[in-house]
C-alpha cells in the first residue's frame, strides 16, 4: 500500500527501508541482532483512530526509540484525535528523558471539507535544533508554556481515562 497506488516512497529521493509489523517490536528485534542503526527521525503515525497503541507511547518505548535515534535526531508522533489529546503523554515524556518538545499545527488554508488540523509532536535530545527552527515555523509553539499536564505512561500503566479530550 505504501508503494502503490501512493507514489511519495517511490519518489522519494532518500534512502529507505519498509519494514512491516509494529514499530516497536521490529527496533527490539533490530536491537538483539546489536549495535542498530540510528536514525535521524523516527515518526509514530498511527493515533488518529478510537484504539490507539498506547505501547508505542510509553516511558520503555521512547528508551527504546531514543537507543536507534541520532543525538540529533527527532522523534515526530501524530497525535491528530477526535477523542484523546496526547499532548501531555508527550510533555510526559520529554520531562522524564530531558528532551526538547514543541508541537506544530499544521491547519489547511482553504476550508474544504476533506481537509483538516493535522497535530504533530517534535521532541529531540538537541536542546538547540528546535530553538532554531521555531522562528521559522509560526505554528510551532512550545509544549511546556503552553501548560499541558505532563503524564507518563509505562508499560505497566497506561490511563486513557487521563487523556481524554475535554
Not at 531514543?66 to 540529533?72: A, C, I, N, T, Y
Not at 491528530?80 to 503523554?89: A, E, F, H, P
Not at 504533530?120 to 509553539?141: F, H, I, V
Request: hydrophobic share 45%; charged share 20%.
Amino acid at each position: 500500500m505504501a508503494q502503490a497506488p501512493f507514489t511519495y516512497l517511490k519518489s522519494c529521493a532518500a534512502r529507505l527501508e519498509v519494514v512491516p509489523g509494529d514499530a516497536r517490536l521490529s527496533l527490539q528485534a533490530e536491537a538483539t541482532r546489536g549495535p542498530g542503526r540510528e536514525f535521524d527521525v523516527l515518526v509514530l503515525d498511527a493515533f488518529s483512530s478510537d484504539a490507539i497503541p498506547a505501547h508505542l507511547l510509553t516511558a520503555e518505548a521512547m528508551e527504546l526509540y531514543l537507543g536507534h535515534l541520532k543525538p540529533d535526531g527527532i522523534v515526530a508522533v501524530h497525535v491528530s484525535n477526535n477523542y484523546l489529546d496526547l499532548r501531555g503523554v508527550l510533555v510526559g515524556l520529554s520531562q522524564r528523558f530531558a528532551m526538547d518538545f514543541v508541537i506544530v499545527d499544521d491547519v489547511p488554508k482553504t476550508e474544504e471539507f476533506w481537509l483538516s488540523t493535522s497535530r504533530w509532536c517534535l521532541l529531540t535530545r538537541d536542546k538547540t535544533l528546535l530553538r532554531q527552527w521555531l522562528p521559522a515555523s509560526p505554528e510551532a509553539r512550545e509544549a511546556l508554556e503552553a501548560g499541558y499536564h505532563p503524564v507518563l505512561w509505562t508499560d505497566d500503566h497506561a490511563s486513557l481515562l487521563s487523556v481524554l479530550s475535554r
